[in-house]
């Protein structure tokens, strides 16, 4: 739906207003350096926040914690600040930060990020080091499972315990692993109807359970 934003990245759910908010990259991405809000019929609301924060790539995934409705964006900032950020849809970024494993963040940068409001930890993932992290909102890493694949993006259904792993692949495969159970494999499935062969990045779940996913 967010036609016009270039190279869009993450996506995450306003639970206050129905819409989604788009990230897109730092221009060494080609992005726009930003986060963006559309309607879920693809129509611009004209909200949007630049990232301004020091960063090398990021922003890159966003995820919603659905307790307070904030949206968290992944920064990627190759060895300073791999860290995630807070943003108050009515006001911008907050200046609230999670750097999961110490100050500086994930020694090595991840893509994906997803929320799990039932026990408020998070599960981050990239494609350098194929791991899914799983740590809490003080930053805590709680474990650590290479699952082997090249993460960009992440979604995770709480009534299912289920974490969705968007691939930067060709045709776009999403996998489905069980959190409950070490990360194994659930299923799989490819998104290939109006995306581009290795397109896939950000995911996200909407109140619905519809699962939002973007095409870069």
Avoid: K
Avoid at 2 to 31: F, K, M, R
Avoid at 136 to 148: E, H, K, M, P
């Amino acid at each position: 739906i967010a036609q016009g934003v270039d190279s869009p990245w993450g996506v995450a759910y306003d639970l206050a207003y129905n819409t989604v908010w788009v990230s897109s990259p730092s221009a060494v991405w080609n992005g726009l350096d930003a986060l963006f809000e559309f309607r879920l019929d693809g129509i611009s609301t004209g909200r949007s926040y630049p990232h301004n924060l020091p960063h090398t790539y990021g922003p890159a995934d966003l995820a919603v914690n659905w307790h307070t409705g904030r949206i968290w964006v992944m920064n990627i900032n190759t060895g300073i600040a791999n860290c995630i950020y807070e943003v108050d849809t009515e006001t911008g970024y907050t200046g609230v930060s999670i750097c999961p494993g110490g100050e500086t963040g994930f020694s090595i940068s991840q893509r994906g990020l997803a929320y799990d409001p039932d026990t408020d930890t998070w599960f981050a993932g990239g494609w350098n080091d194929l791991m899914i992290y799983r740590f809490d909102s003080q930053g805590t890493i709680l474990s650590a499972v290479n699952v082997g694949l090249a993460i960009s993006g992440l979604a995770y259904n709480p009534q299912t315990q289920h974490l969705f792993v968007m691939v930067n692949d060709n045709p776009n495969p999403v996998y489905v692993l069980d959190a409950a159970n070490q990360f194994a494999l659930v299923g799989q499935f490819n998104i290939s109807q109006g995306f581009e062969a290795f397109s896939g990045s950000g995911m996200e779940f909407d109140c619905d359970g519809n699962l939002w996913a973007v095409d870069q």
